[in-house]
């Protein structure tokens, strides 16, 4: 077992949202130096700046993670993280098809650039990304399913796109086996709040935007990583999101 610091929610130049230094390139150059060997990128509603992420992430000795943050039918965003670039690629392309295609303004809502793996951009997507898909929650959490991936609730404590905010609870079903939480300090209020979550698994992530966003070495977890290689601990990362390894793994450090 070895301890892996995490940060499985972080946006590129590919949200509008995000700001335009958050490449590939500068994001896995950022979560190195602050010490994290876990990354995900999750930007809105698509993967495609999951590939370029990759080469830079290996680059600099970090174990890559490819997902997005899907926005449901009921707008509320979730987490979608998968066990390689190609199950998230697929799921890319059958999110792109459940869309609301809007066109973009980025005057308004910002830029939305595709990067390749030279750190330049070589594409952009003509429709908004950050409003909601026609995919329920349920039906989210199936697809992802389908793919071996994990799929959980994002920053529920937050009031924008949280799901307890927009939902008023959080719901039994779909069996969630985890949700996260953007600040950690949160926890005890929430568990106090809605039982279920006791017997999930958390995960903190900074829902980064900007690369001084980025998490620092905080949230870890132990993973089962012999014989090594980069695939078994993503594949032991899912497996603990799907809580398929003990909970009591879970920990943050405290010095």
């Given at each position: 077992m070895n301890r892996y610091f995490c940060d499985l929610h972080i946006h590129s130049c590919l949200s509008p949202c995000g700001d335009q230094d958050s490449t590939p390139a500068n994001i896995a150059g950022m979560a190195a130096l602050n010490g994290l060997?876990?990354?995900?990128?999750?930007?809105?509603n698509t993967s495609k700046n999951c590939p370029a992420f990759f080469v830079h992430a290996k680059a600099r000795g970090l174990i890559p993670?490819?997902?997005m943050e899907l926005t449901t039918s009921e707008d509320v965003h979730v987490i979608c993280l998968f066990r390689t670039l190609e199950d998230a690629m697929e799921f890319d392309s059958f999110v792109d098809g459940r869309r609301i295609k809007v066109k973009?303004?980025?005057e308004i809502f910002g830029d939305q650039f595709i990067m390749d793996e030279n750190d330049e951009k070589c594409g952009e997507d003509g429709y908004l990304l950050i409003n909601a898909t026609d995919?329920?929650?349920?039906e989210a959490f199936d697809e992802v399913a389908k793919r071996n991936g994990a799929c959980y609730p994002a920053h529920i404590d937050r009031q924008a796109n949280g799901i307890v905010?927009?939902?008023?609870t959080f719901p039994e079903s779909p069996a969630f086996s985890c949700?996260?939480?953007?600040?950690?300090?949160?926890?005890g209020e929430y568990r106090e709040r809605f039982p279920v979550l006791s017997g999930l698994r958390k995960v903190v992530s900074s829902d980064a935007h900007y690369l001084w966003n980025i998490s620092e070495a905080q949230f870890a977890i132990e993973l089962d990583d012999e014989p090594y290689s980069s695939q078994l601990v993503r594949d032991r990362l899912i497996d603990y999101l799907q809580g398929k390894t003990s909970p009591e793994t879970e920990g943050r450090d405290n010095g």
């Amino acid at each position: 077992m070895n301890r892996y610091f995490c940060d499985l929610h972080i946006h590129s130049c590919l949200s509008p949202c995000g700001d335009q230094d958050s490449t590939p390139a500068n994001i896995a150059g950022m979560a190195a130096l602050n010490g994290l060997n876990i990354v995900a990128l999750t930007d809105h509603n698509t993967s495609k700046n999951c590939p370029a992420f990759f080469v830079h992430a290996k680059a600099r000795g970090l174990i890559p993670v490819a997902g997005m943050e899907l926005t449901t039918s009921e707008d509320v965003h979730v987490i979608c993280l998968f066990r390689t670039l190609e199950d998230a690629m697929e799921f890319d392309s059958f999110v792109d098809g459940r869309r609301i295609k809007v066109k973009n303004r980025p005057e308004i809502f910002g830029d939305q650039f595709i990067m390749d793996e030279n750190d330049e951009k070589c594409g952009e997507d003509g429709y908004l990304l950050i409003n909601a898909t026609d995919l329920s929650i349920d039906e989210a959490f199936d697809e992802v399913a389908k793919r071996n991936g994990a799929c959980y609730p994002a920053h529920i404590d937050r009031q924008a796109n949280g799901i307890v905010s927009t939902l008023g609870t959080f719901p039994e079903s779909p069996a969630f086996s985890c949700y996260e939480l953007n600040d950690d300090g949160n926890d005890g209020e929430y568990r106090e709040r809605f039982p279920v979550l006791s017997g999930l698994r958390k995960v903190v992530s900074s829902d980064a935007h900007y690369l001084w966003n980025i998490s620092e070495a905080q949230f870890a977890i132990e993973l089962d990583d012999e014989p090594y290689s980069s695939q078994l601990v993503r594949d032991r990362l899912i497996d603990y999101l799907q809580g398929k390894t003990s909970p009591e793994t879970e920990g943050r450090d405290n010095g």
